[in-house]
């Protein structure tokens, strides 16, 4: 079982140009694609989280399941679903605007006990960054990684939500130790600072950087570097493609038996590069359509 610990949440997708362009309604939040990808992977998936009890928190809830991922520890509340409006760039990069005030996800609590059979738990993006959650879900993240489970971290940097970018990137020094495999994009690479010698030398077994359209690179604690390019595709937006590659790095080291510090260490040059090969095909598969619609595993083969 691999639980995806964050937010969920219902991005406003412009169907147009301009910025009154009509929106439509889609489930996102970084955790919550995650966990979809995830279960259309095949992957057993769980996620926690704290959700709504709105309209847009019974679809959110809806999507996993249809997604075959378990939502009995999912959290609820009266409080309103948080919205994040997309703009999306003419080459199809998204950046996002969040209504955050007062909603669901901001109250998340650490739960009594991760689900039976726990392999790895995922973190990351807006649920680290907002208060009083955020600290609860740093707290499981440090219990999690404490009892020997494989952590994930991709802190899916929004800077806007980011009141105090110094203490932001001290916390997240922090996190290190109790993360086994950490992913980023190039793009929070630069604005967190520090690179990827000096975040394994804090904690981490592997660092993964992705670089949009040109592909992938791991580094891993023995100083190997491992880069695929990525796959070519007409690219409708890229929401939801950093997502899709947590999900396929999870699920193919899930396939591999590698959840462990010992289990990256022992991948080699052939692991990693066909690792990453299907994550870069599992996130060109998102970005050739329309919002966070990660693969399925008939989509792509073997992982």
Same mark, same amino acid.
């Given at each position: 079982m691999i639980v995806v610990a964050g937010e969920a949440l219902i991005d406003l997708v412009p169907q147009g140009a301009g910025a009154l362009a009509d929106l439509k309604p889609a489930l996102g939040g970084g955790p919550y694609n995650t966990a979809v990808a995830l279960g259309r992977l095949g992957s057993p998936a769980a996620f926690c989280s704290r959700t709504s009890r709105d309209a847009f928190g019974e679809a959110l809830l809806d999507g996993l399941r249809r997604a075959g991922v378990d939502v009995s520890g999912v959290q609820r509340g009266g409080e309103p679903t948080t919205l994040a409006v997309a703009t999306v760039g003419a080459d199809g990069s998204a950046a996002y605007s969040f209504y955050v005030d007062g909603t669901a996800d901001r109250l998340f609590?650490?739960?009594?006990?991760?689900?039976?059979?726990?392999?790895?738990?995922?973190?990351?993006?807006?649920?680290?960054?907002?208060?009083?959650?955020?600290?609860?879900?740093?707290?499981?993240?440090?219990?999690?990684?404490?009892?020997?489970?494989?952590?994930?971290?991709?802190?899916?940097?929004? =800077? +806007?939500?980011?009141?105090?970018?110094?203490?932001?990137?001290?916390?997240?020094?922090?996190?290190?130790?109790?993360?086994?495999?950490? &992913?980023?994009?190039?793009?929070d690479a630069r604005w967190l600072g520090g690179s990827p010698r000096?975040?394994?030398? =804090? +904690?981490?077994?592997?660092?993964?950087?992705?670089?949009?359209?040109? +592909?992938?690179?791991?580094?891993?604690?023995?100083?190997?570097?491992?880069?695929?390019?990525?796959? &070519?595709?007409?690219?409708?937006d890229?929401?939801?493609?950093?997502?899709?590659?947590?999900?396929?790095?999870?699920?193919?080291?899930?396939?591999?038996?590698?959840?462990?510090?010992?289990?990256?260490? +022992?991948?080699?040059?052939?692991?990693?590069?066909?690792?990453?090969?299907?994550?870069?095909? =599992?996130? =060109?598969?998102?970005?050739?359509?329309a919002g966070a619609e990660p693969p399925y595993a008939s989509e792509l083969g073997e992982a």
């Open positions: 609590s650490v739960p009594a006990a991760l689900p039976a059979g726990t392999r790895a738990v995922s973190f990351g993006t807006c649920s680290l960054v907002l208060e009083p959650g955020a600290s609860a879900y740093e707290e499981l993240m440090r219990t999690a990684a404490g009892a020997g489970v494989f952590t994930a971290l991709d802190p899916n940097i929004r =800077a +806007g939500l980011i009141p105090d970018a110094d203490a932001y990137r001290a916390r997240f020094r922090g996190w290190l130790p109790s993360v086994t495999l950490l &992913k980023l994009s190039e793009e000096e975040w394994l030398a =804090a +904690g981490p077994s592997a660092v993964v950087v992705t670089h949009g359209g040109d +592909g992938l690179t791991a580094h891993t604690r023995d100083g190997a570097v491992h880069t695929v390019p990525g796959e &070519k595709v007409a690219v409708v890229t929401i939801g493609a950093g997502d899709t590659v947590n999900a396929a790095l999870l699920h193919g080291l899930a396939a591999r038996d590698a959840l462990s510090p010992e289990g990256l260490a +022992g991948l080699g040059a052939a692991g990693w590069t066909a690792l990453l090969r299907f994550a870069a095909r =599992a996130a =060109a598969v998102t970005c050739s359509r």
